[in-house]
């Protein structure tokens, strides 16, 4: 199966457009979209407006005009969850399989999606949740001091724990089959590698340090995958030089990108290691 894909668009309208011009000359299979869809603070009005326009509008338009392409998508950690019955509502509509937490029949595999990160430094606490247990960094923001866009009554997001995820998502489909889409990249990789120091001590230290997910990895270790596709860390392949890495069998993939142009991963899930990038 012939996939494009890419990730963290937040809310550039210049990036969405050059995408669906490259979906419309190139008609890949499907295309998977990693999260951080939308602009950053953000009303639901607008938020919903800017969808509409953006990415449901031209799904639309493109199925009326050249037929089906599926579209597969997640959100990310600047996305909030409010904007989620939004895209249900577009699933329901035929428009695009919103696939946090399932797993979707893809001709002769799967894809299976997940949205949420380790705690970060940032204030919005929606797609947050412990690693592999209830700890987190020095320079990560504590839950309590963040805000979520929609209620949390029972503390999912504060007892939640990716690693426990993980086992979940692993018997929605078989690994090996399944292309997983997740918005984290894994730790320990080329692909969640920065520059900010990781801040984890009284002398913060300086130079390049990893923050993706142990969770992911080791379920990557223990499951080795088709494939998995990443966003997230916007500086990792300027960090690290590389947007591509391998575990074992399993080919991990970037298409976040820091700088302006739209990053693009094309990809053949009977081939994964022919998998390219391309600034656009």
Not at 80 to 88: A, M, S, T
Request: charged letters at 25%.
């Amino acid at each position: 199966m012939i996939g494009l894909f890419v990730t963290d668009l937040h809310g550039n309208e210049d990036r969405y457009g050059r995408l669906f011009n490259i979906v419309e000359e190139e008609r890949p299979e499907a295309v998977l979209i990693g999260g951080d869809l939308l602009p950053r603070k953000i009303s639901r009005s607008d938020g919903e407006d800017f969808l509409y326009r953006n990415l449901f509008a031209p799904i639309d338009r493109l199925e009326s005009t050249s037929g089906i392409v599926r579209f597969l998508v997640i959100l990310g950690n600047n996305d909030p969850k409010v904007f989620e019955p939004i895209l249900r509502d577009a699933e329901n509509d035929g428009l695009l399989e919103y696939i946090n937490q399932r797993s979707v029949s893809w001709g002769d595999v799967y894809v299976a999606g997940y949205s949420y990160v380790p705690p970060t430094p940032f204030r919005l606490k929606d797609w947050e949740r412990f690693d592999t247990g209830p700890s987190m960094n020095n320079r990560c923001l504590p839950f309590e001091k963040g805000y979520r866009s929609v209620p949390d009554p029972d503390g999912e997001s504060d007892r939640g724990i990716i690693l426990e995820d993980m086992n979940e998502l692993a018997a929605l489909s078989p690994p090996k089959r399944t292309v997983y889409l997740f918005h984290s990249p894994p730790f320990g990789t080329a692909l969640d590698m920065t520059d900010m120091g990781s801040g984890g001590s009284d002398e913060a230290e300086t130079g390049p340090v990893h923050i993706g997910s142990l969770a992911i990895t080791e379920f990557i270790d223990t499951h080795q995958p088709l494939m998995t596709l990443h966003g997230h860390v916007h500086e990792s392949t300027s960090v690290s030089g590389k947007w591509h890495d391998i575990r074992g069998w399993t080919h991990m993939l970037s298409a976040v990108h820091d700088g302006p142009e739209l990053a693009v991963v094309r990809f053949d899930t009977d081939d994964p290691q022919t998998a390219y990038r391309e600034l656009e």
